[in-house]
């Protein structure tokens, strides 16, 4: 039966993509191993790459933000992201490589059983919620999949480089707390 520890094992062992290559070290996911809510990103960047855990740089310190101004912390919750290794230059995930990683992040929904999954991005949305998902049109919609609630938004780092994406990004995390309110009455 494997664990998250067990898991986390074999993540840092994979050699399934080109990814590992150029890693320092893979960034597996950090929080509650029970919690209710999930949040998952892309991959890593640097800082995440260097330090082993995803969303310590600056989209970190927003994300941080966004969860403590719904009343929780990151402790509550659960990040991952779907490669566990940094693309790259940042540059976005292959497809080769997402297919690779992504049975590792299933496997972690497996074992942490989320009530509520957040898509942090297009990326994350076309991967979990669906292949055709448009970021723009649908963040802040629920879908419910096998018994999980999914709503996507924007990510943190996407935030960061538009004003104009703040206020939605703020309301998809309200969206989110209501859910999480009405979910666990």
């Not at 540059?91 to 997402?98: A, C, G, Q, S």
Request: aromatic share 8%; net charge positive.
């Amino acid at each position: 039966m494997y664990t998250l520890e067990i898991l986390q094992q074999i993540v840092s062992q994979c050699r399934k993509c080109a990814l590992h290559q150029g890693r320092n070290k893979t960034v597996f996911g950090v929080g509650n191993p029970s919690a209710d809510i999930l949040l998952v990103g892309e991959g890593p960047g640097q800082q995440e790459d260097q330090q082993g855990d995803p969303f310590v740089g600056p989209a970190g310190q927003l994300l941080t933000k966004a969860i403590e101004g719904i009343g929780m912390n990151r402790e509550k919750v659960y990040i991952a992201n779907i490669v566990k290794c940094r693309p790259p230059g940042n540059r976005n995930p292959l497809k080769e490589e997402m297919e690779s990683c992504i049975p590792y992040l299933r496997w972690q929904v497996k074992l942490i059983q989320p009530k509520i999954i957040l898509c942090l991005g297009a990326i994350a949305a076309t991967n979990i919620i669906d292949q055709n998902f448009k970021i723009t049109k649908q963040r802040g919609q629920w879908i419910e999949k096998k018994g999980i609630w999914l709503i996507a938004t924007f990510h943190p780092s996407a935030v960061l480089r538009d004003e104009m994406k703040k206020r939605p990004f703020w309301e998809d995390f309200k969206e989110l707390k209501r859910k999480y309110d009405e979910i666990l009455r």
